[in-house]
């Protein structure tokens, strides 16, 4: 496979470095005489990673994070004091209005009238911002020096990835996959099988008989494939925002949840 240490084509800290000449020529390599993992299709193979970096946000405040508990434990940094359980020394305490004695640990048990004082993992929002002041360039570096590793090691070279095809890759972006019995209909992650598989189970045929869930059942699965139909179309013409408006507009009302949790579908 094509080394991408020296690719003039890979902007250093790019946000896309699938759009790279050398990846692209590498993801064909990869892809001859492979199938989709999900249904066994060869065409209009696609790779899907099954990690993802965080948001630049939040990769730069765990790496903050990580950076404020190494200089406490060097003492560079005074921590913030908390209550703790006098007997284990965590901080998994709660108070007690109407029982004594007054302090309850999470943790073991115990309970006490006084707790004691412990160092935390966490400074005082004073010394966090002024930390963050001080330190703020040695953060970014961190933070972009990891993402770049992380591309460069494990993205460019298909590490932690399957093969999809392009439907079952669209099902997987919008929390369904294949169901496993029929290998033809759609299904949400977490079910065990689609509509018409499960409605031929002695449990199947109890619930068909709830005519409310049924019928919001094939509202949203009627709505999913119209959904799925137009994003198709839209894709092939090369409108992927247009697409992508489709399924946000979808889930907004079917599946909020999967919007909250899913950064791009937000």
Same mark, same amino acid.
């Given at each position: 496979?094509? *080394?991408?240490?020296?690719?003039?084509?890979?902007?250093?800290?790019?946000?896309?470095?699938?759009?790279?000449?050398?990846?692209?020529?590498?993801?064909?390599?990869?892809?001859?005489?492979?199938?989709? $993992?999900?249904? @066994?299709?060869?065409?209009?193979?696609? %790779?899907?990673?099954?990690?993802?970096?965080?948001?630049?946000?939040?990769?730069?405040?765990?790496?903050?994070?990580?950076? %404020?508990? =190494?200089?406490?434990?060097?003492?560079?940094?005074?921590? +913030?004091?908390?209550?703790?359980?006098?007997?284990?020394?965590?901080?998994?305490?709660?108070?007690?209005?109407?029982?004594?004695?007054?302090?309850?640990?999470?943790?073991? @048990?115990?309970?006490?009238?006084?707790?004691? %004082?412990?160092?935390?993992?966490?400074? *005082?929002? +004073?010394?966090?911002?002024?930390?963050?002041?001080?330190?703020?360039?040695?953060?970014?570096?961190?933070?972009?020096? !990891?993402?770049?590793?992380?591309? !460069?090691?494990?993205?460019?070279?298909?590490?932690?990835?399957?093969?999809?095809?392009?439907?079952?890759?669209?099902?997987?972006?919008? @929390?369904?996959? %294949?169901?496993?019995?029929?290998?033809?209909? $759609?299904?949400?992650?977490?079910?065990? $099988?689609?509509? =018409?598989?499960? !409605?031929?189970?002695?449990?199947?045929?109890?619930?068909?008989?709830? !005519? =409310?869930? &049924?019928?919001? &059942?094939?509202?949203?699965? #009627?709505?999913?494939?119209?959904?799925?139909?137009?994003?198709?179309?839209?894709?092939?013409?090369? #409108?992927?925002?247009?697409?992508?408006?489709?399924?946000?507009?979808?889930?907004?009302?079917?599946?909020?949840?999967?919007?909250?949790?899913? =950064?791009?579908?937000?």
């Amino acid at each position: 496979m094509e *080394s991408f240490d020296n690719d003039e084509d890979f902007p250093i800290h790019s946000k896309k470095p699938w759009q790279t000449a050398a990846w692209k020529k590498a993801r064909s390599e990869y892809l001859k005489d492979k199938v989709c $993992s999900k249904c @066994g299709s060869d065409e209009s193979l696609v %790779i899907h990673h099954l990690r993802k970096l965080p948001d630049f946000d939040a990769h730069f405040r765990a790496v903050a994070s990580t950076l %404020i508990r =190494e200089s406490i434990e060097s003492k560079e940094i005074e921590p +913030e004091y908390k209550n703790a359980c006098p007997a284990c020394k965590y901080q998994s305490i709660y108070r007690r209005k109407t029982v004594k004695p007054i302090f309850k640990c999470i943790r073991c @048990g115990h309970q006490f009238e006084v707790p004691v %004082i412990v160092p935390s993992d966490r400074v *005082s929002k +004073e010394d966090f911002k002024k930390f963050l002041a001080n330190n703020k360039n040695e953060i970014e570096s961190i933070v972009e020096s !990891q993402r770049d590793s992380f591309f !460069q090691e494990e993205y460019l070279q298909f590490k932690n990835c399957v093969v999809l095809c392009k439907k079952c890759h669209f099902l997987t972006h919008n @929390g369904r996959d %294949i169901c496993p019995i029929c290998k033809k209909n $759609s299904k949400k992650i977490h079910f065990p $099988s689609c509509w =018409e598989c499960f !409605q031929k189970t002695p449990k199947g045929e109890l619930w068909r008989r709830d !005519q =409310e869930g &049924y019928k919001k &059942y094939r509202e949203e699965h #009627d709505a999913f494939l119209e959904m799925a139909d137009k994003a198709y179309e839209l894709e092939d013409k090369g #409108d992927f925002e247009g697409a992508k408006l489709l399924e946000r507009e979808f889930h907004r009302k079917y599946s909020p949840k999967l919007v909250e949790n899913d =950064e791009d579908l937000n």
